[in-house]
């Protein structure tokens, strides 16, 4: 399990630490990190993790509150394990994170099939030339009776071409800019939208250009209010980006033990690598952005669910940080292992291909700085 003394840490009760027990466990026993199909493997994962009770903690109905805490812990331990895995179980519940917020009894009813691992849940927001500028969006909702038409495209949408549902973006036009999105239910099967390509990235995940044709919905697939898409995006994202920081946090911690059995087994001239004060220097860095990151990521989370309704500059920090040192520390990890750490299939090398996307998903590094900027002289 490596280091677990961060759970001692203020931030959590019994309920965490026994969970995060309990989850290592199941991570042992039912992730390889390994995968032939990646389509087939996220839906594997979202059966098992549905079924073995994980995918509750995704969403929330009526009387229920998303715990940011337990959403974090379990993204950064199965990161630990698998990223695929970590991958499914963050998608259940960025995809349905403005249903739950804003959705209605009728649109809660999703609910129940993603947390139970039946339906797979999408989340399309980016477009070709609207990616941090969700401003930008130029996918249209038109009003008509009974409904909306749907036109446009969406692309890079995690999930796509496996999903059984999507929260969806597009203009709507009560006012310029942010202000004229609204936000919507759409089941895949719904006619005109198509997967209209693959998208083939470093660490393989299900991602796909979406195409919306003329795609009718009815009056009931409006999450929330007319024009209130941008703030429901926000408050989504506002929930999930610390979670980002978790996956990170975890993503380096595996690094960080796969280091330290390299560096305790591997002599040079005679000795350990662990007893030469340069390397012993690396790994001292390591553990050092580590928890600093996760002392951000659970603050963050700790702030949320201590009923604080906006966490923007919390979340920016640790989503921020726990990205950007991950980066440093899977490099260094991979650095360490020498020629072995470039080998394809290593466990140091797949991490490196999994941590850089965290970087630019979810808000990317500099639109982050922006953020906690902008917080910081605004007071």
């Known amino acids: 399990m490596g280091d677990t003394s961060y759970l001692d840490w203020p931030f959590f009760e019994p309920r965490h630490r026994a969970l995060a027990v309990e989850l290592h466990g199941w991570c042992k026993e039912h992730l390889t990190g390994h995968h032939a199909d990646v389509d087939a493997a996220c839906r594997s994962h979202?059966?098992?993790?549905?079924?073995?009770?994980?995918?509750?903690?995704?969403?929330?109905?009526?009387?229920?509150?998303?715990?940011?805490?337990?959403?974090?812990?379990?993204?950064?331990?199965?990161?630990?394990?698998?990223?695929?895995?970590?991958f499914s179980f963050a998608m259940q519940g960025l995809g349905m994170g403005a249903v739950t917020l804003f959705g209605t009894p009728e649109q809660k009813q999703w609910l129940a099939r993603t947390r139970s691992g039946e339906a797979i849940a999408g989340f399309a927001i980016?477009?070709?030339?609207?990616?941090?500028?969700?401003?930008?969006?130029?996918?249209?909702a038109t009003r008509v009776q009974g409904g909306f038409v749907l036109n446009g495209e969406k692309t890079y949408i995690s999930n796509?071409?496996?999903?059984?549902?999507?929260?969806?973006?597009?203009?709507?036009g009560e006012a310029p800019g942010a202000k004229?999105?609204?936000?919507?239910?759409?089941?895949?099967?719904?006619?005109?939208?198509?997967?209209?390509?693959?998208?083939?990235?470093?660490a393989p995940h299900p991602l796909a250009l979406?195409?919306?044709?003329?795609?009718e919905i009815p009056e009931g697939a409006l999450i929330g209010k007319p024009g209130d898409g941008f703030k429901i995006?926000?408050?989504?994202?506002d929930v999930f980006r610390s979670t980002v920081g978790a996956a990170a946090v975890g993503f380096a911690r595996r690094a960080l033990d796969e280091t330290l059995a390299r560096v305790k087994a591997r002599k040079v001239g005679g000795a350990p690598l662990a007893e030469l004060q340069m390397v012993q220097?690396?790994?001292?860095?390591?553990?050092?952005?580590?928890?600093a990151s996760a002392l951000l990521v659970y603050r963050a989370a700790w702030t949320k669910d201590m009923?604080?309704?906006r966490i923007t500059r919390e979340a920016s920090m640790a989503k921020l940080n726990a990205t950007e040192a991950a980066q440093r520390v899977i490099d260094m990890a991979v650095q360490l292992h020498g020629g072995d750490g470039v080998k394809h299939g290593a466990v140091v090398e797949r991490l490196y291909r999994e941590i850089r996307a965290l970087r630019i998903y979810e808000g990317a590094s500099d639109v982050q700085r922006v953020i906690i900027a902008r917080a910081v002289l605004g007071g």
Not at 160 to 172: H, L
Request: with cysteine; charged share 20%.
């Open 126 to 140: 980016t477009e070709p030339e609207a990616g941090s500028d969700a401003a930008a969006t130029k996918m249209t």
């Open 46 to 86: 979202v059966r098992k993790l549905g079924a073995s009770g994980w995918l509750k903690y995704t969403g929330a109905g009526d009387g229920e509150k998303l715990d940011v805490r337990t959403l974090c812990l379990i993204r950064e331990i199965i990161a630990q394990y698998d990223g695929l895995a970590e």
């Open 281 to 291: 220097g690396h790994i001292a860095d390591m553990a050092l952005d580590i928890d």
């Open 233 to 237: 995006a926000m408050s989504v994202l």
């Open 210 to 215: 979406l195409n919306f044709e003329n795609v």
């Open 307 to 309: 009923g604080q309704p």
């Open 180 to 202: 004229g999105l609204s936000a919507f239910l759409v089941p895949a099967d719904t006619k005109g939208l198509t997967v209209a390509g693959r998208i083939d990235v470093m």
């Open 160 to 172: 796509g071409g496996i999903a059984d549902v999507y929260a969806v973006f597009a203009r709507t």
